[in-house]
C-alpha cells in the first residue's frame, strides 16, 4: 500500500479536530493552549503534505511562519496565564468570564 | 513498505500523543504528550523530505515551546491532577461533539471528493522533492516572503515585550518609587 498525499491530510485533519475538542471542553488555560498547538501542527502537516504533492516550496516556507507566530502566541499567552493565576490561583477558563478583576 | 510502517508508526505517535493531551488529567502529563505528537509531525516531515522544518520542530517546538510550559506548570504550581469531570454548561459537551464529528464529517469528505488532490497548477516557489530543501527555502524566503519575514522580527520583538509587561509584578514597585518620589 502506498502512502498517497490523502493520508497526511487525513491525519492533519484527525488532529486539527482532536485540538479543537480539546479547546472546547478543557477548562485548564494551559491544556487549552497546548490544543491550540495540536490544531496548528495538524494544519502544518497538510502544508508540507501540498507542498510535496504540488512540488512548490511555498507550503514549507508557510510552514515555517506558522512556527514563528506559534511562538510569539505562546509566549503571549503564557504570560496572560501567569498574569491571570498569580491573581487568581486555580482560576479556570469559567472563571475568567468577566475581564475586569 | 518502509514507506508505509514509518507512516503507521508515526501517525499512531501522533495521534495517542494528541488523546493524551487532551485526556490527561495532570498538565505536565499533556506537555508531555504534546512532546510525542511533535516528535510524530517532526517524522512524517522528514518522510515528507521537509528535512529542515523537521529539525525545527524539534528544535522550536520540543525545545522550546513544552519547556516554557513546563516552566509555566512549574511556577504556578498547578500540575495537580484536575478531575476531567467538567462542570461547564449543560450544552457545551454535546456542543464540542457536534463541532469534532462535523468538521471531520466535512473534512473528510472533501478529501475523498477530490481524491488526489493534484490540480496540476505550476509551482510558483521553485519545486521541491530534491534533497536541498533548505536551499530552496532560503531562496524563498529571502526573495518572494522577505517583507513577511521582517515582518516576522517585528511580531517576536512585539511579542517578548509584551510578555515581559504582562508579567512584570504588579505595581508594587511602581508605587515605591512613586512614594519616594513623593517624600522627596
Known amino acids: 500500500m502506498e502512502i498517497t498525499t490523502g493520508w497526511y491530510l487525513v491525519l492533519g485533519a484527525l488532529l486539527f479536530v482532536i485540538g479543537g475538542t480539546g479547546l472546547l471542553i478543557r477548562r485548564n488555560p494551559l491544556v487549552m493552549l497546548m490544543c491550540v498547538e495540536l490544531m496548528l501542527n495538524g494544519v502544518n502537516l497538510s502544508f508540507v503534505a501540498f507542498s510535496r504533492t504540488l512540488g512548490d516550496i511555498g507550503g514549507q516556507t508557510v510552514v515555517f511562519f506558522v512556527l514563528v507566530v506559534a511562538a510569539a502566541e505562546v509566549v503571549v499567552g503564557l504570560g496572560l496565564v501567569v498574569a491571570i493565576l498569580r491573581r487568581q490561583p486555580g482560576a479556570t477558563a469559567d472563571d475568567l468570564s468577566a475581564l475586569k478583576g | ?184
Open chain 2, 1 to 184: 513498505m518502509v514507506d508505509t510502517l514509518v507512516f503507521a508508526a508515526a501517525a499512531l505517535m501522533c495521534l495517542a500523543g494528541a488523546l493524551g493531551v487532551v485526556l490527561a488529567r495532570n498538565p505536565v502529563h499533556s506537555a508531555l504528550m504534546l512532546v510525542m505528537t511533535l516528535f510524530g509531525i517532526a517524522v512524517q516531515f522528514v518522510a515528507q523530505e521537509a528535512h529542515f522544518l523537521a529539525a525545527v520542530q524539534v528544535i522550536v517546538y520540543a525545545g522550546a515551546i513544552v519547556v516554557l510550559f513546563l516552566f509555566v506548570i512549574m511556577l504556578l504550581g498547578v500540575d495537580r491532577a484536575q478531575s476531567l469531570e467538567m462542570s461547564f454548561l449543560p450544552i457545551q459537551k454535546w456542543a464540542a461533539l457536534l463541532f469534532a464529528a462535523g468538521s471531520l464529517a466535512i473534512i473528510a469528505a472533501l478529501i475523498l471528493a477530490v481524491g488526489e488532490p493534484v490540480t496540476g497548477a505550476e509551482a510558483v516557489g521553485g519545486s521541491v522533492g530534491t534533497t536541498d530543501d533548505v536551499r530552496l527555502l532560503a531562496h524563498s524566503l529571502f526573495s518572494d516572503y522577505v517583507y513577511a519575514f521582517e515582518l516576522t522580527s517585528l511580531l517576536l520583538v512585539i511579542a517578548v515585550i509584551g510578555a515581559v509587561v504582562l508579567v512584570r509584578k504588579p505595581r508594587k514597585a511602581e508605587t515605591l518609587a512613586l512614594e519616594d518620589g513623593g517624600d522627596a
